[in-house]
């Protein structure tokens, strides 16, 4: 049915020549393929649920260029609006109405926000999240959980998920001990440790930061009672609870997971879809926290380009389309279509796998399971997700090149793209 051996000769050429250029020949590490094998391609267009590349070989893409294309790639209203937006100046560095128009937008979405700070990435997001836990409170320690990633600063590159999980690293070189010194881990979904972690360093907790469902360490969502045991915890310990929302704000409802499974914590990142594939990042809290961040308070944090007039208008216009009526219940059904229809092939051809979804984000490990933290989702035969992913890729389907990170849906998959990639990934899983 598909052609398997498909033409990449210009990919390899342009990869080849990266990497004398830049570390890897990438801007981002996962992208180089290394846990998956074989080459990457490289991308030439990108139009709803598919992408092009160099040498014009056509894939569906569950990728989203990791999260922002919620709306497909492309969409014809966010490009309009871009245009419009061009023609008036790519930078203002000063105060713009769109700030308000996509501030407004956010508070009213998300239940934890009632104001917000723009950045420019998820990292940056994070990093300053985790300056205002400490000024607010007046501790230093954090805790966080193996596996998930909160952005590349210091003090969270201790057990993270995401590329570094990918490639096996151990914490990295050049983050000083002393920057991670103050940063506490425990199990994700295990209440006890966190518990105990509590209790063996008490007074000293700034907050707990976690991603409310894991998609860094493959798909993991939060077992029942994990998020309102931890809201419950750092109420009795006075500390703050931060969901890094930068994959699932917008993603697993309009409000995140917050709304999804209706426990506010005091402060939230968002990153990905809120810049609807520019770059952007947020954070926001309750107002009495908020008011801390300069020049309302103490707590510096500044940014040449932030909530620059591009990056805004793509984030109102992805969420304005987000608004839509029955958005949510299309990405929901398209989706759990396809995690259903992987898992059950997959155990029908005969391979040990576990999975799920929740609204437009979805996982597959090949471990019987189940995965409820890092640990289990580290049993999985990453070899055999290595020739899953290339005989995937070789019939035309792009997923995430790890093991470790969660598959993302659009608005722009259609039922007859699901159907095909299902198709396609019968015909690979019964030549594994
Ligand atoms: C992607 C991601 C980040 C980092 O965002 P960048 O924009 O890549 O810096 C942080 N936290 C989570 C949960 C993410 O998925």
């Given at each position: 049915?598909?052609?398997?051996?498909?033409?990449?000769?210009?990919?390899?050429?342009i990869?080849?020549?990266?990497q004398?250029?830049?570390?890897?020949g990438?801007?981002?590490p996962?992208?180089?393929?290394?846990?998956v094998?074989?080459?990457?391609i490289?991308?030439d267009h990108?139009k709803?649920a598919?992408i092009?590349?160099v040498?014009?070989?056509?894939?569906?893409d569950?990728v989203g260029t990791w999260g922002?294309a919620?709306?497909?790639h492309t969409?014809?209203?966010v490009i309009?609006?871009?245009?419009e937006?061009?023609?008036?100046g790519?930078?203002?560095g000063?105060p713009?109405?769109?700030?308000?128009?996509?501030a407004e937008m956010?508070?009213?979405?998300?239940?934890s926000?009632?104001m917000?700070?723009?950045?420019n990435s998820?990292t940056?997001?994070?990093m300053?999240?985790?300056?205002?836990?400490r000024?607010?409170t007046?501790r230093?320690k954090?805790i966080?959980?193996?596996?998930?990633?909160h952005?590349?600063a210091?003090?969270?590159?201790v057990?993270?998920?995401?590329?570094v999980a990918t490639?096996g690293?151990?914490d990295?070189?050049?983050?000083p001990?002393?920057?991670?010194s103050?940063t506490l881990t425990?199990p994700?979904?295990d209440?006890?440790?966190?518990?105990a972690?509590f209790?063996e360093n008490r007074d000293?907790?700034?907050?707990?930061i976690?991603?409310?469902?894991?998609?860094?360490?493959?798909f993991?969502?939060p077992?029942?009672?994990?998020?309102?045991?931890?809201?419950e915890l750092?109420?009795?310990?006075?500390?703050?609870l931060?969901f890094?929302?930068v994959?699932t704000g917008f993603r697993?409802?309009?409000g995140?997971?917050?709304e999804k499974?209706?426990i506010t914590?005091?402060?939230t990142t968002?990153?990905?879809v809120?810049?609807g594939?520019?770059?952007?990042?947020?954070?926001?809290g309750?107002?009495d926290i908020?008011?801390m961040?300069?020049p309302?308070?103490?707590?510096?944090?500044?940014?040449t380009?932030?909530g620059?007039?591009l990056?805004?208008?793509a984030?109102i216009?992805?969420?304005?389309?987000?608004?839509?009526?029955?958005?949510?219940?299309?990405?929901?059904?398209?989706?759990?279509?396809l995690?259903?229809?992987?898992?059950?092939?997959?155990?029908e051809?005969g391979h040990?796998?576990?999975?799920?979804q929740?609204s437009?984000m979805?996982?597959?490990f090949?471990?019987s399971?189940p995965v409820?933290?890092?640990?289990d989702?580290k049993?999985?035969?990453t070899a055999k997700f290595?020739?899953f992913h290339?005989?995937?890729l070789?019939?035309?389907v792009?997923l995430?090149?790890?093991?470790?990170?969660?598959?993302?849906?659009?608005?722009?998959?259609?039922?007859?793209?699901?159907?095909?990639?299902?198709a396609?990934?019968?015909e690979v899983?019964?030549?594994?």
């Open positions: 049915m598909v052609n398997t051996t498909i033409k990449t000769t210009k990919s390899q050429e990869f080849a020549a990266a004398n250029l830049m570390p890897g990438v801007s981002s996962v992208r180089a393929f290394k846990s094998g074989g080459q990457p490289v991308f990108v709803g598919y092009w590349d040498d014009g070989n056509q894939y569906i569950y922002p919620i709306c497909g969409h014809p209203e309009a609006a871009l245009h937006a061009l023609e008036k790519t930078s203002f000063a713009s109405v769109l700030e308000n128009v996509l956010v508070i009213d979405a998300v239940p926000i009632e917000v700070r723009f950045v998820g940056e997001a994070c300053a999240v985790l300056r205002l836990m000024a607010f007046n230093e954090i966080k959980f193996e596996g998930c990633y952005g590349h210091d003090m969270f590159l057990k993270a998920g995401s590329g490639l690293l151990p990295s070189p050049g983050v001990k002393s920057a991670t103050s425990a994700f979904n209440l006890e440790a966190v518990k972690l209790e000293q907790i700034a907050g707990v976690l991603e409310p469902v894991v998609g860094n360490a493959g993991i969502p077992d029942a009672g994990f998020l309102e045991g931890l809201r750092t109420h009795e310990h006075g500390a703050l931060v890094d929302e994959m697993i409802a309009y995140g997971a917050q499974f209706g914590p005091d402060l968002l990153g990905k809120i810049g594939g520019l770059p952007v990042g947020a954070y926001g309750r107002r908020m008011s961040i300069a309302a308070g103490p707590v510096y944090q500044a940014g380009l932030s620059n007039p990056a805004m208008t984030g216009k992805t969420l304005e389309l987000l608004q839509k009526p029955g958005t949510y219940e299309y990405l929901d059904r398209i989706t759990q279509k995690a259903a229809g992987l898992l059950q092939i997959a155990q051809t040990a796998a576990c999975g799920g929740i437009a979805f996982g597959l090949f471990t399971g409820h933290n890092y640990e989702a049993k999985s035969d290595g020739r290339r005989g995937m070789e019939r035309g792009y995430a090149p790890s093991q470790f990170e969660a598959g993302f849906t659009s608005l722009a998959h259609t039922d007859e793209d699901i159907e095909q990639t299902l396609v990934a019968r899983l019964s030549s594994l």
